[in-house]
């Protein structure tokens, strides 16, 4: 009897789930998986930061994009510190974004309608999903505070299946825009960034 076990065990699948209770193992979780990505990089986060944490993370991103990785960001439209210009950079080199309700100054209901989801889905079979965002008070690496929080990590393709569907249904949904007119990106700038 134990040999059909057995037999059957060389087609179970290996998943793996960890939750990423230390800050800085889970920065470095995040750093992995984006740099391991052959393929496709998919992350949503409300707060994004012009920090160590959240510039480096982008300068990964594009070096993923630059090797012809498919990479989509979804940001909170209220709630990231990214300048135009650097928003155009991105776009310019292959990082495709996205902004979650765009805020409308007579429109009381964009102001408190905000996207919290943080999520990075590398591959559709590594994912990070929890409370952290792109921000260095994130990952204690914040001289003045730090929050605490959680993450949990997953390698299993049907819950990264199932997260990736998740994440185009919000990619392409309504609340979201691309549309954002900017101007074109001088070579000043672009050196800049």
Same mark, same amino acid.
């Given at each position: 009897?134990?040999?059909? *076990? *057995?037999?059957?065990?060389?087609?179970?699948?290996?998943?793996?789930?960890? %939750? +990423?209770?230390?800050? =800085?193992?889970?920065? @470095?979780?995040?750093?992995?998986? $984006?740099?391991? $990505?052959?393929?496709?990089?998919?992350?949503? $986060?409300?707060? %994004? &930061?012009?920090?160590?944490?959240?510039?480096?993370?982008? @300068?990964?991103?594009?070096?993923?994009?630059? @090797?012809?990785?498919?990479? &989509? +960001? %979804? *940001?909170?439209? /209220? #709630?990231?510190?990214?300048? &135009?210009? +650097?928003?155009?950079?991105?776009?310019? =080199?292959?990082?495709?974004?996205?902004?979650?309700?765009?805020?409308?100054?007579?429109?009381?209901?964009? %102001?408190?309608?905000?996207?919290?989801?943080?999520?990075?889905?590398?591959?559709?079979?590594?994912?990070?999903? !929890? !409370?952290?965002? /792109?921000?260095?008070?994130?990952?204690?690496?914040?001289?003045?505070?730090?929050? =605490?929080?959680?993450? /949990?990590?997953?390698?299993?393709?049907?819950? !990264? $299946?199932?997260?990736?569907? #998740?994440?185009?249904?919000?990619?392409?949904?309504? =609340?979201?825009?691309?549309?954002?007119?900017?101007?074109? +990106?001088?070579?000043?700038? &672009?050196?800049?960034?």
């Amino acid at each position: 009897m134990w040999f059909i *076990l *057995l037999g059957q065990l060389q087609f179970a699948k290996a998943d793996t789930f960890r %939750i +990423l209770d230390d800050e =800085k193992e889970s920065l @470095q979780c995040r750093i992995d998986m $984006t740099v391991g $990505t052959q393929y496709e990089l998919l992350i949503s $986060t409300y707060i %994004i &930061r012009l920090d160590e944490v959240g510039l480096g993370l982008l @300068q990964l991103m594009v070096e993923k994009a630059a @090797q012809g990785v498919k990479v &989509r +960001l %979804i *940001l909170d439209a /209220m #709630h990231n510190d990214l300048p &135009r210009p +650097l928003i155009k950079y991105l776009l310019e =080199k292959n990082v495709e974004i996205r902004m979650y309700n765009k805020v409308r100054i007579l429109e009381f209901h964009t %102001i408190i309608d905000r996207m919290h989801e943080k999520v990075l889905i590398s591959d559709m079979k590594d994912i990070i999903v !929890g !409370g952290r965002n /792109m921000s260095k008070d994130y990952y204690k690496l914040d001289s003045t505070g730090n929050f =605490k929080d959680r993450e /949990m990590y997953a390698h299993s393709l049907k819950v !990264g $299946t199932d997260l990736r569907n #998740h994440f185009y249904l919000v990619w392409n949904h309504n =609340k979201l825009t691309n549309r954002t007119k900017y101007n074109k +990106l001088d070579d000043n700038k &672009r050196t800049y960034w």
